[in-house]
């Protein structure tokens, strides 16, 4: 995992943050105490914030899932550009992580939008489907463990609408997928969904590569998920 744009010499990079990065305050204090963190590593760099952030706004989207929040950058900057109705529906399994997730949700006004589900992402993205909101959810955003990508990604086709988005974090893993030598779990996995999404029918696919690569799903209409 990596917290800028793979393969960006340093120089580049940070040219690139001087003339488009606008970080809100809030979210500068939030990538710099998660960067004190063991785990920073986690954290999705702020250019890929940003634009994810671009993304929900040109959909105009309103409700939005989060499969992995961590100390929470991603549901936060989701968050302030969702609308005032908007919503996020966040999963994780930490409450020590999300409590730092929780402080600057509420720092920045925006607690009210986001609905934080602590158990098995899995089970919670069950839970919504049992309950009927399958195709009602307009962006989802999966960046959590790495072995049950595929499940997660399965579970968010049937919950986005047709015309939502899935965005899926890691999918260049530091550039261990395009090295042939390199063949643990982790890699293979993150190798076999490259894969089967290139060949999925059910949606257009785009792999950006900001950060540690992005891959974007957009679900079509005739989609049977």
Request: proline fraction near 4%; aromatic fraction near 6%.
């Amino acid at each position: 995992m990596t917290k800028q744009t793979l393969g960006l010499e340093q120089h580049i990079y940070e040219y690139l943050l001087s003339v488009s990065l606008r970080e809100p305050e809030i979210l500068q204090q939030l990538r710099q105490e998660t960067n004190q963190h063991p785990l920073s590593q986690m954290q999705i760099s702020p250019e890929q914030g940003q634009f994810m952030a671009l993304l929900v706004q040109l959909m105009g989207a309103n409700k939005t899932l989060e499969v992995g929040v961590f100390t929470g950058y991603s549901s936060l900057i989701v968050a302030l550009a969702l609308p005032p109705s908007g919503k996020v529906v966040a999963c994780d399994v930490s409450e020590e992580y999300t409590a730092i997730a929780r402080r600057y949700w509420q720092q920045a006004g925006v607690a009210d939008k986001i609905d934080l589900h602590i158990a098995p992402a899995m089970d919670t993205l069950d839970r919504l489907l049992a309950d009927g909101e399958a195709e009602t959810f307009d962006f989802a955003f999966i960046d959590a463990d790495k072995s049950s990508y595929d499940g997660y990604y399965e579970r968010a086709l049937q919950l986005v609408r047709p015309g939502g988005l899935i965005a899926i974090d890691n999918v260049l893993s530091s550039g261990r997928v395009a090295d042939a030598q390199v063949q643990d779990n982790r890699t293979n996995t993150i190798r076999a969904l490259n894969q089967k999404l290139h060949q999925d029918s059910r949606i257009t696919l785009s792999l950006v590569p900001i950060a540690d690569g992005l891959t974007l799903a957009l679900k079509l209409p005739q989609s049977s998920s």
